[in-house]
């Protein structure tokens, strides 16, 4: 029995000591003699701290004596004075009081374990947190500086775009605003007008652009929203044909409009995202299509009640896209290297589509072929809409007049840019407005003080006296809390909107003016009505054709129709339906509407069943 306790007691690796109440050695083992550098046989009858003096380890041993109790402590650390170069080790220990029959402590029970290697592994870790705290300390700042510098250069930011958008409206404000006026002179012959319908939508599409620019840290933001309205889909679908028509025939291109005969003509959805899609996609066709031609398919199908699922089908004969290239074309500021090839685009058009659509609850799909063309696919869910809830855009109707029930307002042009206020000022001086005109802000308080006008459009950057001064200047008076304010703008920032509203104008236009936004909002906050020219309907498709519509017709005019039809020439077409006039008349007509609206596939469809 004593030979197996002594096997174990030297073979174990816990250092084990026995101690008298002196604190002398009685006996150790052979783990913490070889631990101390001495062999068992040193240690009884010295003194446990004349070999290792340690006052604050001394006080514990005495106050186990005393009270009797054990006493245990983790991780010590402790230098041997034999063995310097040990370093520090570490031990567990614990003090075990060793007492006799009447309860008196007569010695100690010493038990230590070694635990260096995992101290010094617990104490690497922690000089590791510290050091991974410190570097999150340092890239939490880090992360500070930088956000705050993205601050500060998103604040630089908005003021370089603000400015931008100074720079680059006050120009395309006179571009449209005088083609607008010239096109309200009669004496301007048709095709000279037709070519200001040309300039006028290419400027609003760039209009659009600068917007999209302006605005393309809300896509980012996803803070883009849906503005649901009802349109008339025929119309947007006609202005996508004439505002191509020109740059089509420029290339010698054809271009196709096909709208199928489900499509409702009343939609609701957002038209403006809708135009903005389509006018990416037609331009990039244009674009990149030299010979051949461009279709604009518009289709139908039915959705979950009660959506239906809008569908447009843009296709060219252009040079197509690379299978690889499709899907990057599709992220922002990237573009295909065909599109590299060519000056012009930022590669943003077809990310903000796609964006557009998937907001719109659809999706975009792109096929194509090196060489022979590219298929842009759309769909979009939306509902029909209805003709009483279509509210005909002011654009739609050109002013003309100011109705006989309406009183004469006067009205003060503000702005220090000559040729705006000069554009505007003939643009209400046309229709019947009595209309002045000043330069800065003390100008402006002079003129409302002793003309007294209904309505003021203010510029808010101006010289001597700014707008935003004249404004407060006037509305902080009791009369001029009744005159009408638009702030008038070439900044097309909602904050700036906001800001101005704030300080108490009634509304606001940004430049470049539109004539339809600002009789608009004229009639809102003046109660004005006005005298419209007559517009004639686009409905599409105007006339149904039929198979009977095609009976005494030979079937060699027929199969001659059906190869005019598919060789695509406008010219060829009219020249060729021309000989049914005479003695087919209403056959005559529904082939020309349709033919004018290049609507050849449903002339085809037809001619399939005859």
Same mark, same amino acid.
């Given at each position: 029995?004593?030979?197996?306790?002594?096997?174990?007691?030297?073979?174990?690796?816990?250092?084990?000591?026995?101690?008298?109440?002196?604190?002398?050695? !009685?006996?150790?083992?052979?783990?913490?003699?070889?631990?101390?550098?001495?062999?068992?046989?040193?240690?009884?009858?010295?003194?446990?701290?004349?070999?290792?003096?340690?006052?604050?380890?001394?006080?514990?041993?005495?106050?186990?004596?005393?009270?009797?109790?054990?006493?245990?402590?983790?991780?010590?650390?402790?230098?041997?004075?034999?063995?310097?170069?040990?370093?520090?080790?570490?031990?567990?220990?614990?003090?075990?009081?060793?007492?006799?029959?009447?309860?008196?402590?007569?010695?100690?029970?010493?038990?230590? *374990?070694?635990?260096?290697?995992?101290?010094?592994?617990?104490?690497?870790?922690?000089?590791?947190?510290? +050091?991974?705290?410190?570097?999150?300390?340092?890239?939490?700042?880090?992360?500070?500086? =930088?956000?705050? =510098?993205?601050?500060?250069?998103?604040?630089?930011?908005? @003021?370089?775009? $603000?400015?931008?958008?100074?720079?680059?409206?006050?120009?395309?404000?006179?571009?449209?605003?005088?083609?607008?006026?010239?096109?309200?002179?009669?004496?301007?012959?048709?095709?000279?007008?037709?070519?200001?319908?040309?300039?006028?939508? $290419?400027?609003?599409?760039?209009?659009?652009?600068?917007?999209?620019?302006?605005?393309?840290?809300?896509?980012? =933001?996803?803070?883009?929203?849906?503005?649901?309205?009802?349109?008339?889909?025929?119309?947007?679908?006609?202005?996508?044909?004439?505002?191509?028509? @020109?740059?089509?025939?420029?290339?010698?291109?054809?271009?196709?409009?096909?709208?199928?005969?489900?499509? $409702?003509?009343?939609?609701?959805?957002?038209?403006?995202?809708?135009?903005? !899609?389509?006018?990416?996609?037609?331009?990039? @066709?244009?674009?990149?299509?030299?010979?051949?031609?461009?279709?604009? /398919?518009?289709?139908?199908?039915?959705?979950?009640?009660?959506?239906?699922?809008?569908?447009?089908?843009?296709?060219?004969?252009?040079?197509?896209?690379?299978?690889?290239? !499709?899907?990057?074309?599709?992220?922002?500021?990237?573009?295909?290297?065909?599109?590299?090839?060519?000056?012009?685009?930022?590669?943003?058009?077809?990310?903000?589509?796609?964006?557009?659509?998937?907001?719109?609850?659809?999706?975009?799909?792109?096929?194509?072929?090196?060489?022979?063309? +590219?298929?842009?696919?759309?769909?979009?869910?939306?509902? @029909?809409?209805?003709?009483?809830?279509?509210?005909?855009?002011?654009?739609? /109707?050109? *002013?003309?007049?100011?109705?006989?029930?309406?009183?004469?307002?006067?009205?003060?042009?503000?702005?220090?840019?000559?040729?705006?206020?000069?554009?505007?000022?003939?643009?209400?001086?046309?229709?019947?407005?009595?209309? /002045?005109?000043?330069?800065?802000?003390?100008?402006?308080?002079? !003129?409302?003080?002793?003309?007294?006008?209904?309505?003021?459009?203010?510029?808010?950057?101006?010289?001597?006296?700014?707008?935003?001064?004249?404004?407060?200047?006037?509305?902080?008076?009791?009369?001029?809390?009744?005159?009408?304010?638009?702030?008038?703008?070439?900044?097309?920032?909602?904050?700036?909107? =906001?800001?101005?509203?704030?300080?108490?104008?009634?509304?606001?236009?940004?430049?470049?003016?539109?004539?339809?936004? *600002?009789?608009? *909002?004229?009639?809102?906050?003046?109660?004005?009505?006005? /005298?419209?020219?007559?517009?004639?309907?686009?409905?599409?498709?105007?006339?149904?054709?039929?198979?009977?519509?095609?009976?005494?017709?030979?079937?060699?005019?027929?199969?001659?129709?059906?190869?005019?039809?598919?060789?695509?020439?406008?010219?060829?077409?009219? $020249?060729?339906?021309?000989?049914?006039?005479?003695?087919?008349?209403?056959?005559?007509?529904?082939?020309?509407?349709?033919?004018?609206?290049?609507?050849?596939?449903?002339?085809?469809?037809?001619? +399939?069943?005859?």
């Amino acid at each position: 029995m004593f030979f197996m306790f002594d096997k174990i007691f030297n073979t174990t690796h816990l250092s084990i000591v026995y101690l008298d109440n002196q604190f002398n050695f !009685i006996r150790v083992n052979k783990t913490y003699a070889n631990a101390c550098g001495y062999e068992p046989e040193f240690f009884p009858g010295k003194n446990h701290f004349a070999l290792f003096p340690h006052k604050e380890n001394e006080e514990i041993f005495r106050r186990v004596i005393e009270t009797g109790k054990s006493f245990s402590i983790y991780a010590k650390p402790f230098e041997f004075p034999n063995h310097p170069e040990w370093g520090t080790t570490y031990w567990d220990w614990t003090l075990q009081p060793v007492k006799d029959k009447d309860g008196n402590v007569e010695g100690l029970v010493f038990i230590l *374990v070694d635990v260096t290697h995992s101290k010094k592994i617990e104490l690497e870790f922690k000089k590791l947190n510290e +050091s991974l705290e410190e570097k999150v300390k340092d890239r939490t700042l880090e992360l500070k500086k =930088a956000k705050e =510098a993205a601050e500060q250069a998103n604040i630089a930011k908005s @003021a370089f775009l $603000s400015n931008m958008s100074h720079e680059l409206r006050t120009p395309l404000n006179i571009i449209l605003g005088y083609t607008q006026l010239m096109q309200r002179d009669v004496i301007t012959s048709e095709q000279h007008k037709k070519y200001l319908d040309t300039i006028s939508h $290419s400027g609003r599409h760039l209009l659009a652009l600068i917007n999209d620019v302006l605005e393309i840290s809300k896509i980012e =933001a996803n803070k883009t929203k849906i503005q649901v309205t009802t349109f008339d889909l025929y119309r947007l679908a006609k202005n996508m044909e004439l505002m191509f028509q @020109a740059k089509t025939k420029q290339k010698k291109l054809q271009f196709v409009l096909d709208i199928h005969s489900n499509v $409702s003509r009343f939609i609701s959805s957002d038209e403006s995202k809708l135009r903005h !899609i389509l006018i990416n996609l037609l331009s990039n @066709a244009v674009k990149f299509t030299e010979e051949g031609g461009i279709v604009l /398919r518009v289709q139908m199908k039915k959705g979950k009640f009660p959506d239906l699922c809008l569908v447009f089908v843009v296709e060219d004969s252009g040079v197509g896209i690379e299978t690889e290239e !499709i899907e990057k074309i599709l992220q922002p500021f990237v573009q295909s290297a065909k599109t590299l090839k060519n000056i012009e685009g930022t590669g943003l058009g077809l990310a903000i589509s796609k964006k557009y659509v998937e907001l719109m609850g659809g999706t975009l799909s792109v096929s194509s072929q090196v060489g022979k063309g +590219s298929k842009f696919h759309v769909e979009i869910k939306c509902k @029909a809409g209805k003709k009483e809830e279509y509210q005909e855009k002011a654009e739609d /109707r050109k *002013v003309i007049g100011i109705s006989q029930n309406s009183n004469i307002p006067k009205i003060l042009v503000v702005d220090d840019a000559d040729d705006s206020r000069f554009l505007l000022v003939n643009l209400l001086e046309t229709v019947g407005f009595e209309v /002045r005109e000043a330069g800065n802000g003390l100008e402006v308080i002079d !003129i409302w003080t002793s003309w007294n006008p209904h309505l003021i459009f203010m510029d808010m950057r101006m010289p001597i006296l700014d707008g935003l001064e004249a404004t407060r200047r006037i509305k902080e008076t009791e009369h001029g809390k009744d005159t009408v304010i638009i702030a008038f703008s070439a900044s097309a920032f909602e904050e700036d909107k =906001a800001h101005f509203l704030k300080i108490g104008c009634d509304g606001f236009l940004s430049k470049p003016i539109i004539e339809a936004e *600002v009789f608009e *909002v004229i009639a809102k906050h003046l109660g004005i009505e006005y /005298r419209y020219k007559e517009v004639k309907d686009v409905s599409l498709p105007i006339q149904e054709l039929n198979p009977e519509d095609f009976t005494g017709i030979s079937k060699d005019s027929l199969n001659a129709l059906r190869d005019v039809l598919m060789s695509l020439s406008s010219d060829e077409i009219s $020249s060729f339906i021309k000989q049914f006039e005479s003695g087919h008349k209403q056959l005559y007509q529904k082939l020309t509407e349709l033919s004018q609206r290049f609507q050849y596939t449903v002339i085809l469809d037809v001619l +399939s069943k005859t």
